[in-house]
T-cell receptor, first 109, second 116 residues
């Protein structure tokens, strides 16, 4: 049980912002939201994580709703190299990450 | 920072032999390491959680006598697939957890195992 829900696939035009939604309606108060992506035949790459505040780093922004039941990962200026499977996960501390099927994001030229 | 390496990146072995895969955290200490496997077109499935200096905790359905995990130091964990069979062919990925604001898990590049 991945405990998060994501659309199976999305498309985005190169140069535009890619907004990837995730539902985690049963998240508990001490669980963080994590985002990873996996490019074909590689290990997952850490993107960002957050607890309740919005977060931004050099890769992406994470917007978490006030009730924490959902979040959105934003890639501000998508490039072709951002084509990957994006996983939204929730975990507390150094707990194991349970991967669902993720969202297959395709960036189109 | 936060780099995890795996060796080898790919390996082919014959049925019945054993294969060892190494996972190293290069620039941080990982008190907890995880081992996953991924079959084609499927998501990652956790096999076991390993804490330095203690026995690994295996997920339901994963044979601990077949998949031997050793986490002898804060930067090295090994997975040995014993008496490998063709159905063990898969992509094996490790990760190390680094304490940050919450924990961040950093994944290795994976090891492609093919058993003939």
């Amino acid at each position: 049980d991945a405990k998060t829900t994501q659309p199976p696939s999305m498309d985005c035009a190169e140069g535009r912002a890619a907004n990837l939604p995730c539902n985690h309606s049963t998240i508990s108060g001490n669980e963080y939201v994590y985002w990873y992506r996996q490019i074909h035949s590689q290990g997952p790459q850490y993107i960002i994580h957050g607890l309740k505040n919005n977060e931004t780093n050099e890769m992406a922004s994470l917007i978490i709703t006030e009730d924490r039941k959902s979040s959105t990962l934003i890639l501000p200026h998508a490039t072709l190299r951002d084509t990957a499977v994006y996983y939204c996960l929730r975990a507390q501390g150094a707990q194991k990450l349970v991967f669902g099927q993720g969202t297959r994001l395709t960036i189109n030229p | 920072g936060a780099v995890v390496s795996q060796h080898p990146s790919w390996v082919i072995c014959k049925s019945g032999t054993s294969v060892k895969i190494e996972c190293r955290s290069l620039d941080f200490q990982a008190t907890t390491m995880f081992w996953y496997r991924q079959f084609p077109k499927q998501s990652l499935m956790l096999m076991a959680t390993s804490n330095e200096g203690s026995k690994a905790t295996y997920e339901q359905g994963v044979e601990k006598d077949k998949f031997l995990i050793n986490h002898a130091s804060l930067t090295l964990s090994t997975l040995t697939v014993t008496s490998a069979h063709p159905e063990d062919s898969s992509f094996y990925i490790c990760s190390g957890a680094r304490l940050a604001s919450g924990y961040e898990q950093y994944f290795g590049p994976g090891t492609r195992l093919t058993v003939t």
